[in-house]
């Protein structure tokens, strides 16, 4: 076979340790991994449900469950794990019209995702309590 007639040395493949890691690859990513959670958050939601469905005895057993501080923190964590895929979501349907595609603006945006993911995620927590009775 004959040689390639390359003169120069082919550049390499990227790969992660060559990249910055930037707010919008953040969201990215953290989308990715949200949205994987919510299918765990499904199954609990579906064994609530269950729960509800096999009578007074397991839903007891289950709310019990919930309510340990393990429990509280694993539905913590899908409350927020529910807004901030809601609020990509919502990201990426503004990217779809054409808008917000702009470096400074995408930055911004993927920023305001994290933050306004973790305030409503405190904010529905805070109202659970005040108007739940959550113990």
């Known amino acids: 076979m004959s040689k390639s007639p390359a003169t120069h040395a082919r550049p390499i493949s990227p790969h992660l340790q060559i990249y910055r890691l930037i707010p919008t690859m953040l969201m990215s990513i953290l989308h990715r991994i ?26 007891d057993t289950v709310n019990g469950l919930f309510g340990s501080l393990l429990g509280r923190l694993v539905l913590f964590g899908y409350t927020w794990a529910l807004l901030h895929h809601m609020l990509g979501g919502i990201r990426h349907l503004i990217w779809d019209t054409g808008h917000g595609l702009g470096k400074e603006t995408a930055t911004r945006m993927a920023w305001a995702t994290l933050a306004g993911s973790t305030s409503l995620t405190l904010l529905v927590w805070i109202a659970g309590y005040a108007f739940g009775g959550g113990a």
């Open 34 to 59: 949200t949205g994987a959670a919510l299918y765990f958050g499904t199954v609990l939601l579906v064994v609530w449900i269950g729960a509800v469905a096999a009578g007074p005895e397991a839903f």
